[in-house]
Nanobody, 124 residues
Framework: QVQLVESGGGLVQPGGSLRLSCAASGSGLDYLAIGWFRQAPGKEREGVSSISTTDGSTYYADSVKGRFTISRDNAKNTVYLQMNSLKPEDTAVYYC?????????????????WGQGTQVTVSS
C-alpha cells in the first residue's frame, strides 16, 4: 500500500514558476514509478510527466517538454515537478500517482495509487 500527498499548488501569473511535491509513504517505495497527471474542467486527464525510481527513466508530454522537470529524492520518498514558464492552459488539478514497477507509463490506467490532487491556476 502506498499513500501519496501532493502539495505546492497555487495561483501564479503567466510566465511564473511553481514546484509541486509528491510525498510517498507505505511499502515498496524503493521500486516505484511515479507519474504526474492533470485534469482541467471539460478535459480528459492528461499524463504530464513520470519517472522511474529504479533507473531514472522519464517521460514528458509534448505540451510541457522544456518547461517542466520531474525529479525524485529517494531518501525523502518525494517526487517533484518543477514547472517554469507557466501558461494559462496549464491550469488544472494536478495529481501524482504511483505503481509498483520500473516503467514510467504515460497512461493513468497503469497506476494504482493516487493522491488527492492540488490546484494549479495560471492567470493574470
Amino acid at each position: 500500500q502506498v499513500q501519496l500527498v501532493e502539495s505546492g499548488g497555487g495561483l501564479v501569473q503567466p510566465g511564473g514558476s511553481l514546484r509541486l511535491s509528491c510525498a510517498a509513504s507505505g511499502s515498496g517505495l524503493d521500486y516505484l514509478a511515479i507519474g504526474w497527471f492533470r485534469q482541467a474542467p471539460g478535459k480528459e486527464r492528461e499524463g504530464v510527466s513520470s519517472i522511474s525510481t529504479t533507473d531514472g527513466s522519464t517521460y514528458y508530454a509534448d505540451s510541457v517538454k522544456g518547461r517542466f522537470t520531474i525529479s525524485r529524492d529517494n531518501a525523502k520518498n518525494t517526487v517533484y515537478l518543477q514547472m517554469n514558464s507557466l501558461k494559462p492552459e496549464d491550469t488544472a488539478v494536478y495529481y501524482c500517482a504511483a505503481r509498483h514497477g520500473t516503467i514510467p507509463y504515460r497512461e493513468g490506467k497503469e497506476y494504482d495509487y493516487w493522491g488527492q490532487g492540488t490546484q494549479v491556476t495560471v492567470s493574470s
